[in-house]
Nanobody, 129 residues
Framework: QVQLVESGGGLVQAGGSLRLSCAASGRTFSRSGMGWFRQAPGKEREFVAAIRWSGGSTYYADSVKGRFTISRDNAKNTVYLQMNSLKPEDTAVYYC??????????????????????WGQGTQVTVSS
């Protein structure tokens, strides 16, 4: 079992920054692909960013590229999402997710929420204009 706990959300003005953290339990974190997704009211959950188990490769949605940075610290079982130049359209509940199977299968469909085995409870990010 893997438990994920997000933190760091809040209210920020447009142009501001936030850093989200996702702390994972369990011994398989270092072999898990980790993703961040978000869901705004009335919209489907969408991919934001992902990082491979080694941290060597990162992936971003076009809407956040150049503004958000995903990173991980395997020694701390934590993945981060640094969000800069925030916009009102970034307002959503942000979820982190873990994919334990991609490490073994060799295929990591990082953008597909169905790829992920475990999800956190989410943290609210609100950006005011």
């Amino acid at each position: 079992q893997v438990q994920l706990v997000e933190s760091g959300g809040g209210l920020v003005q447009a142009g501001g920054s936030l850093r989200l953290s996702c702390a994972a339990s369990g011994r398989t974190f270092s072999r898990s692909g980790m993703g961040w997704f978000r869901q705004a009211p009335g919209k489907e959950r969408e991919f934001v960013a992902a990082i491979r188990w080694s941290g060597g490769s990162t992936y971003y949605a076009d809407s956040v590229k150049g503004r958000f940075t995903i990173s991980r610290d395997n020694a701390k079982n934590t993945v981060y999402l640094q969000m800069n130049s925030l916009k009102p359209e970034d307002t959503a509940v942000y979820y982190c997710a873990a994919d334990r199977e991609a490490y073994y299968s060799g295929s990591y469909y990082y953008y597909d929420p169905n790829e992920y085995d475990y999800w956190g409870q989410g943290t609210q990010v609100t950006v005011s204009s």
